[in-house]
């Protein structure tokens, strides 16, 4: 299947920023969207806002740290919809700090999310794209993991984990999938909110002016889904022209 319009996407971490673009984006389209995050009170409000405007979205609870919820988001797409076309994995935490302040169960949390949420995905969503003959994954990951600098180390190596995930699954994946990696650069998302308030403050403002919105990355992710099933774009950059 070429373009967007009938494939069924699902999408992690898709209450906000970066997910919640996405799935607008494509709905607006014409796909079908799954929508998974934490928090259910905005994923209930978001496939309201999506079938208001005449698209199709259905919603689950997911925690990407709990692999029976990646199975059943997946589940949940072939259930309604009778297959799944697109797994987005979007869902992630920056717990960024000096390595030096020992922060382990922040590290903990950035490899639970960042990256195991990514294996658990695949793990769900692998054997059905197996079974059907098609299917494409979308893991965000980003531009911090490009050039590594002090406060990100730990978050960039959950980044560049993933990112090498990716490869190897495209090598695997033989002609019949796709696997794409998106990196986003400094974006205009609730990215910081856990974040340390010291942390928070220094980072926003370092961001300045600068920061791209969640819209930018959301177009990035269409244009990979959009072309024909013979072609894998393997690798996006999206950041700010100002971003060095």
């Known amino acids: 299947m070429e373009g967007i319009a009938g494939k069924v996407v699902a999408i992690t971490g898709a209450s906000s920023g970066i997910g919640e673009a996405t799935a607008l984006l494509l709905a607006e389209r014409g796909a079908k969207v799954v929508l998974g995050a934490r928090r259910p009170d905005r994923l209930e409000a978001l496939a309201a806002r999506i079938e208001k405007a005449g698209g199709q979205a259905v919603w689950a ?6 692999r029976a919820d990646l199975t059943a988001l997946v589940d949940l797409a072939r259930t309604r919809y009778g297959r799944l076309d697109v797994l987005v994995s979007n869902a992630g935490v920056g717990l960024i700090s000096p390595i030096d302040d020992l922060r382990v169960e922040d590290w903990e949390e950035m490899i639970d999310v960042n990256f195991k949420g990514v294996l658990y995905g695949i793990a769900a969503a692998l054997p059905v794209f197996r079974q059907q003959g098609f299917g494409h994954f979308v893991n965000t990951v ?20 993933v990112r090498t995930l ?7 994946a033989g002609a019949d999938l796709r696997v794409t990696v998106v990196s986003p ?10 974040m340390a308030p010291e942390m928070k403050a220094r980072i926003l403002d370092s961001m300045g002016d600068i920061a791209i919105p969640s819209e930018a990355i959301a177009r990035a992710i269409a244009f990979a889904v959009e072309q024909p099933a013979s072609v894998d774009v ?11």
């Open 61 to 66: 609870r997911t925690d990407v740290k709990r």
């Open 142 to 161: 980003s531009t911090a993991g490009l050039r590594v600098v002090p406060l990100q180390g730990v978050y960039a190596a959950t980044k560049n984990a």
């Open 166 to 172: 990716s490869e190897g699954l495209r090598q695997e």
């Open 185 to 194: 650069g400094v974006t205009r998302t609730e990215f910081t909110d856990p």
């Open 234 to 244: 393997g690798d996006i950059v999206v950041r700010p022209t100002a971003q060095n």
